[in-house]
């Protein structure tokens, strides 16, 4: 059975503009049946999982890329995260005044946006989003033009069902005519409306928007939900707190229990395992 929940890449033959289109379906109802979200809180969380993998899919090593937002609004924290291979994971933390909020500010209020880019191998990179704009799709277009000097323009729409999203970029390099075609496409794409793009297939959707352009669609990569905690890491968590902090914790509780705020796996760990972490064997 075909994937619900697609990623692909298409380019504007012998030209400089390239995009990408996704469209989030089951994992999408996954992550978003992980808390109470109200209809306005999962619709931008679900923008943000759409943003995260159209960013990801501009990097060229293995790791993930992250959407991450603070605010002093209502939403609390979003949080948008996809691996180079296409695996996605997401969460907010929100009171009750965010039912009544339905725009993006209104929402965050006064906070900070960011994108952390992790390789597997190599330094973490955090780069700031401005908030200027009215839109979180808005806010990463500027991020792209300040900070990768790279012209980008995002649609990101979300509903109680699924979330999908088009991405165009002007690669370095353009001529005359790629510039031309950059402004052709972009009209086009503006004309797109959320239905079009949470219930059409790619090919239909780049045929209706795109038909008098050659464009070349490569092949459909499956997307998922899933997770990257593990025991292990939560380990490595525990060993960042600190050895005294965790022999407080035990005095105190008899045993360590940590929930991963992504899918609520549940792990727990004992003197003998808080043991093993810090001396290396475990003591009886």
Request: charged fraction near 25%; hydrophobic fraction near 35%.
């Given at each position: 059975?075909a994937s619900?929940?697609?990623?692909q890449?298409?380019i504007?033959e012998?030209?400089q503009?390239?995009?990408a289109?996704?469209?989030?379906?089951d994992?999408?109802?996954e992550?978003?049946?992980?808390a109470?979200?109200?209809?306005?809180?999962?619709e931008?969380?679900?923008e943000?999982?759409?943003a995260s993998i159209l960013m990801?899919?501009?990097?060229?090593?293995e790791g993930t890329?992250?959407?991450?937002?603070q605010?002093?609004?209502?939403?609390?924290?979003?949080?948008a995260?996809?691996s180079?291979?296409r695996?996605?994971r997401?969460?907010?933390?929100f009171d009750?005044?965010?039912?009544?909020?339905?725009s993006?500010?209104n929402?965050?209020g006064?906070?900070r946006?960011?994108?952390?880019?992790?390789p597997?191998?190599g330094?973490r990179y955090?780069?700031?989003?401005?908030?200027?704009q009215e839109?979180l799709?808005g806010?990463?277009?500027?991020?792209f033009?300040?900070?990768?000097?790279?012209?980008?323009?995002l649609f990101l729409?979300?509903?109680?069902n699924g979330?999908?999203?088009l991405?165009?970029?002007r690669?370095?390099?353009?001529?005359?005519?790629?510039?031309?075609?950059w402004d052709?496409?972009?009209?086009l794409?503006?004309?797109v409306?959320a239905?079009?793009?949470l219930?059409?297939d790619?090919?239909?959707?780049?045929?209706?928007?795109?038909?008098e352009?050659?464009?070349?669609?490569?092949d459909a990569?499956?997307?998922?939900?899933?997770?990257s905690?593990?025991?292990?890491?939560t380990l490595?968590?525990l060993?960042a707190?600190?050895r005294e902090?965790?022999?407080?914790?035990?005095?105190e509780?008899?045993s360590?229990?940590?929930d991963?705020q992504f899918?609520?796996?549940?792990y727990?760990?004992?003197?003998?395992?808080?043991?093993h972490?810090?001396?290396?064997?475990?003591?009886?």
């Open positions: 059975m619900r929940d697609q990623f890449r298409f504007f012998h030209s503009v390239r995009g289109w996704v469209r989030l379906a994992s999408y109802q992550i978003g049946s992980q109470p979200y109200p209809d306005t809180v999962r931008l969380l679900g943000a999982l759409v990801s899919s501009t990097l060229k090593f890329l992250s959407v991450q937002a605010g002093e609004g209502p939403l609390r924290t979003l949080m995260e996809c180079h291979d695996h996605i997401g969460l907010a933390r009750e005044h965010a039912v009544s909020e339905d993006f500010h929402l965050l006064e906070g946006m960011a994108i952390t880019i992790t597997n191998r330094n955090q780069g700031v989003v401005p908030r200027d839109t799709g806010c990463l277009e500027e991020y033009e300040r900070s990768e000097q790279i012209p980008t323009s729409f979300a509903d109680e979330a999908a999203g991405m165009l970029q690669l370095p390099g353009a001529s005359e005519e790629d510039e031309d075609l052709r496409v972009n009209h794409a503006r004309t409306e239905v079009e793009l219930e059409l790619s090919e239909t959707l780049l045929h209706r928007l795109f038909h352009e050659t464009v070349r669609l490569f990569e499956p997307v998922a939900f899933r997770c905690c593990s025991r292990e890491r490595g968590a060993e707190i600190g902090e965790c022999y407080s914790i035990l005095e509780q008899g360590i229990e940590m991963c899918c609520h796996a549940h727990r760990f004992d003197r003998n395992d808080i043991d972490l810090f001396t290396g064997h475990t003591l009886h």
